[in-house]
């Protein structure tokens, strides 16, 4: 398809070109600074008021997980069996 685009320019007049490089370039280059989305939460709202409060949020949570404060899988595991367990008094 790119090499048949290459030929179908070449038998256009140049305003369309350009007016085609335009599309493109805009779209490489919106594609390039996309801003993430926010998470909304169960009842729609957003989970953070500003991207960049998502980020520091998101490099805080990588910062705690590189010290090591996490929960792993078989601690979660184990933890989640007591979860349906009645108190007992």
């Given amino acids: 398809m790119k090499a048949e685009i290459h030929y179908l320019l070449e038998q256009v007049e140049d305003n369309f070109v350009e007016a085609i ?3 493109l370039k805009t779209h490489t280059t919106s594609q390039a600074e996309a801003v993430p989305p926010i998470p909304y939460d169960t009842e729609a709202k957003p989970e953070f008021d500003s991207v960049e409060e998502m980020t520091a949020e998101y490099r805080r949570r990588v910062e705690a997980m590189d010290r090591g404060e996490y929960v792993t899988l ?3 595991k184990k933890e989640s069996l007591t979860w ?6």
């Fill in 21 to 23: 490089h335009t599309l």
């Fill in 74 to 76: 078989e601690e979660l």
């Fill in 84 to 89: 349906l367990e009645k108190p007992t008094t």
